[in-house]
């Protein structure tokens, strides 16, 4: 079977590059499942300090999660998406982003799922499921809160808007912004500089940081409610057409319904 992910090794440094571009490297399930294997086999490797994840290509880090594999019957604990950047956090490595392009949808999650992200002056971002006529999961949404607050998030959702990197950079989605053909030299540079601290302190102290948001918690009928929400939209006339408007390139004709 056709590997759309590559591995590499530089130094103390993981590379994974999102390698799909006949789908403007859209992540599928089975692209998911193979950089969540890499991820947890590198967490008894010692020579491995710091992971760096990308997109082949300079024009587009991900295009989003490969809108051809949504299942009606994922939920917050078996979506491939949740799973991804569940591992990304509680990875004992330092994780780094570096969006060399275009991030859209489930690809701008596993961004801020890292633990720090370098956009390229080039870089658009944009979450479409209000466009598309999709939900999106309630973990996914606690991730884009906790990344950029309330507001950003409302607007990121909400408008379905596409923004650039001095918009993620003011948002605090970006920690750093890199010209184009340097990203990942800075990155890397990045990456070095980390791996001279002490390992066992990174680690402890990234999962006690992350500890902090997981405490913030929905209660239990706010949660169901939700996805009663979700089910419904998954239901809908709307989840249809807005999936069969993206497949047929053109403007969705919603009712509500």
Aim: charged content about 25%; hydrophobic content about 35%; proline content about 3%.
């Amino acid at each position: 079977m056709e590997s759309f992910v590559k591995f590499e090794t530089i130094n103390s440094i993981s590379l994974i590059t999102i390698d799909n571009p006949n789908k403007k490297n859209a992540v599928s399930p089975d692209m998911i499942e193979e950089m969540i294997k890499h991820i947890k086999l590198l967490e008894d490797n010692r020579d491995i300090r710091t992971i760096i994840i990308k997109g082949e290509g300079n024009k587009v880090f991900s295009s989003g999660y490969d809108i051809s594999s949504i299942k009606e019957d994922y939920n917050d604990q078996n979506h491939p998406l949740i799973r991804m950047t569940k591992c990304i956090k509680d990875s004992g490595k330092i994780i780094v982003a570096a969006i060399n392009g275009h991030a859209f949808g489930g690809g701008l999650e596993i961004a801020i799922s890292c633990d720090f992200r370098f956009f390229s002056k080039n870089s658009i971002f944009c979450v479409p499921p209000a466009k598309l006529g999709i939900p999106y999961s309630y973990n996914g949404l606690k991730n884009f809160i906790n990344c950029v607050g309330l507001s950003n998030t409302k607007n990121i959702f909400l408008t379905a808007d596409k923004f650039n990197s001095d918009d993620a950079l003011s948002m605090g989605l970006a920690n750093f912004v890199s010209e184009n053909e340097k990203i990942i030299d800075d990155a890397i540079d990045f990456c070095e500089k980390v791996s001279q601290n002490a390992p066992l302190s990174l680690e402890v102290i990234k999962k006690s940081i992350n500890s902090f948001q997981e405490s913030q918690v929905l209660d239990k009928e706010k949660k169901l409610i939700i996805e009663d929400l979700i089910k419904n939209i998954q239901e809908s006339r709307d989840f249809i057409e807005g999936r069969k408007a993206f497949q047929e390139k053109r403007t969705p004709n919603y009712k509500g319904t």
